[in-house]
């Protein structure tokens, strides 16, 4: 979802049980995905990334989903921890003239974990 | 252990000074970028450089300077003509710009200016 002024969208999950974080990019000619994890206070960690020619991609309980007719990217992660809360947001690497790209960052998604 | 050291963490100016956040990496990153980070925002970028001695405008330079001497450093100026200077400073560094790699981030600075 959007987010409003200053309000992230949120997901609030149990302790254990999995996670799925969505994001929806606007460019068509897109071809790489990256996903990241921020916690206060920190910069960006990156989590995983996919490319365009890909549908799914795993890494160690993450999961992410692309979907090129939608436009549309989730993040999947399996058996959520306390750790796991932070905010969450994707970007997407365009083609912007010649040999260029730009990298576009979504405002992100608020995890919080409950134990 | 190799990464990109931001430094200060925080920072207090006053309005009207200029004011320099470092940027250091050892990760032997071509291309290095600054992001600014507001409140409910995409980051956003300022200034990116893909090699020494040659950098470029981002989306929203006004008010802000770079130089990129060594392949190591990217420090960033932000002047008295940026209008709204509070924020949270990200750096990033990755392998090039050009094709597709992940950018890595530092811990960022955090300006407060009044």
């Known amino acids: 979802g959007e987010s409003v002024g200053l309000h992230l969208p949120t997901l609030s999950v149990q302790e254990g049980d999995n996670s799925i974080i969505n994001c929806a990019y606007s460019?068509?000619?897109?071809?790489?995905f990256i996903w990241y994890k921020q916690e206060s206070g920190k910069g960006p960690q990156f989590i995983i990334d996919?490319?365009?020619?890909?549908d799914k991609r795993q890494g160690q309980r993450v999961t992410v989903l692309l979907n090129k007719t939608v436009k549309h990217l989730s993040l999947q992660i399996a058996a959520t921890q306390p750790g796991d809360s932070a905010v969450y947001f994707c970007?997407?690497?365009?083609?912007?003239?010649?040999?260029?790209?730009?990298?576009?960052f979504g405002k992100g998604t608020l995890l919080t974990v409950n134990p | 252990d190799g990464g990109i050291t931001q430094s200060p963490k925080y920072l207090f100016r006053k309005e009207g000074q200029n004011v320099t956040l470092s940027c250091e990496q050892n990760?032997?990153?071509?291309?290095m970028y600054w992001y600014r980070q507001d409140p409910g925002q995409g980051l956003r970028l300022i200034y990116y450089?893909?090699?020494?001695?040659?950098?470029q405008k981002g989306d929203i330079a006004e008010g802000y300077s770079v130089s990129r001497e060594k392949k190591e450093s990217f420090p960033l100026t932000v002047t008295s003509a940026q209008k709204n200077p509070t924020a949270f400073y990200l750096c990033?560094?990755?392998?090039?710009?050009?094709?597709?790699?992940?950018?890595?981030f530092g811990n960022g600075t955090r300006l407060t200016v009044t």
């Open positions: 970007a997407e690497n365009s083609p912007s003239g010649g040999s260029n790209y730009k990298l576009t």
């Open positions: 450089s893909q090699i020494v001695n040659d950098f």
């Open positions: 990760l032997n990153h071509d291309a």
């Open positions: 996919i490319r365009s020619n890909m």
């Open positions: 990033a560094s990755s392998i090039s710009r050009n094709y597709n790699s992940p950018l890595h």
């Open positions: 460019n068509s000619a897109s071809d790489y």
